[in-house]
């Protein structure tokens, strides 16, 4: 006969499995599942091919959380698709004053306003996948495009690769090509024509000319180089000529120097003839003047000549008329 299950022995290890099968939990999810998580949105344009729900959300490098879906919104107030993406922190993938965040990230209204945003940036080339970055870019304005306005929304910039493809699209490529192509033909026909091909002719004219006229130069500059070279030894001679006669004049000048001392026997000299020549003066401004002795005779005796110059003249007169006086004698 078959003995009957007791309820409390079921219950009991119905009871233990459920607390080992918690255990479990607790145990491989390091006590996280109790732990709080924030979850922010963000708001992506253009294609978000690579990114994956489960993707890293780094943080200058460090891994703080990772991405809870990726869904497809229309914004019917500017007529486009928006890609809002939810990302979830990791409670220990971040610190505060060197503790755990608590589950929680700083205010993130405060992080946003000093310039927090976020940006798709490429895991692997090779894959293609993609990952979120979060880092401070306060030059760049923050757009909101939750409806109603959401406290948890951390705007998005575009990556550098959008920034780049975005210059990229606004570049006029038919116009560039159309110049370029205008640029040739103009080029081909500027090369085809006769005018390009008589200057070129001039020019290669102008190049045999130059190279007759570099031949002359060469025969002719020969000589000029010798008379040149002549020319600088004879200036050469010239200048020890005149370093000489420098020389000279210098010795000269010292000669001349100790002449000119005070004390030389030359200036002694000098000084000697100047007082005779001093006194020669007095004598002739004595005798020059008008009531000296000399000055006296010398008039009267100048007074007598003349008075024998009109004899001798009336002499003269009288014996031009009457020459025979000078045979017979004066008439009485």
Do not use: C, W
């Not at 503790?99 to 940036?121: F, K």
């Not at 040149?228 to 000489?244: G, N, P, V, W, Y």
Request: overall charge neutral.
């Amino acid at each position: 006969m078959s003995r009957k299950a007791n309820p409390t022995v079921i219950g009991a290890f119905l009871i233990g499995a459920l607390l080992l099968v918690l255990g479990g939990m607790f145990l491989f999810a390091g006590g996280s599942l109790l732990q709080q998580r924030d979850r922010f949105v963000m708001f992506f344009e253009g294609s978000v091919y690579g990114l994956q729900v489960g993707a890293p959300v780094v943080f200058r490098g460090v891994r703080i959380g990772s991405v809870k879906s990726i869904n497809l919104r229309f914004d019917e107030k500017n007529r486009s698709f928006l890609i809002p993406v939810t990302i979830e922190t990791d409670p220990e993938g971040a610190a505060e004053n060197g503790s755990g965040m608590r589950g929680s990230l700083p205010d993130s209204s405060e992080l946003v306003a000093r310039g927090l945003r976020a940006r798709l940036s490429t895991q692997s080339f090779l894959t293609g996948q993609l990952y979120v970055e979060l880092d401070f870019h306060p030059d760049k304005a923050a757009v909101f495009r939750s409806t109603p306005p959401d406290n948890r929304e951390i705007p998005t910039i575009p990556s550098p690769v959008q920034e780049l493809a975005s210059k990229l699209e606004q570049i006029d490529v038919a116009s560039i090509a159309n110049d370029l192509s205008t640029i040739a033909a103009s080029t081909r026909g500027l090369v085809e024509s006769p005018e390009l091909k008589q200057s070129l002719a001039n020019i290669n004219l102008a190049l045999q000319n130059i190279q007759s006229i570099s031949a002359k130069l060469d025969k002719a500059i020969d000589p000029a180089v010798s008379d040149l070279r002549r020319a600088l030894a004879d200036t050469s001679e010239a200048m020890a000529s005149t370093e000489k006669a420098m020389a000279r004049f210098e010795a000269a000048s010292d000669k001349f120097g100790k002449l000119a001392d005070p004390d030389s026997p030359l200036q002694a000299s000098l000084i000697r003839t100047s007082d005779e020549l001093g006194k020669t003066a007095a004598s002739l401004q004595s005798l020059t003047n008008e009531e000296s002795p000399s000055i006296v005779q010398f008039n009267r005796a100048m007074k007598d000549m003349s008075t024998a110059a009109h004899a001798l003249r009336d002499l003269a007169d009288s014996i031009e008329r009457h020459p025979e006086s000078l045979l017979k004698g004066r008439k009485p």
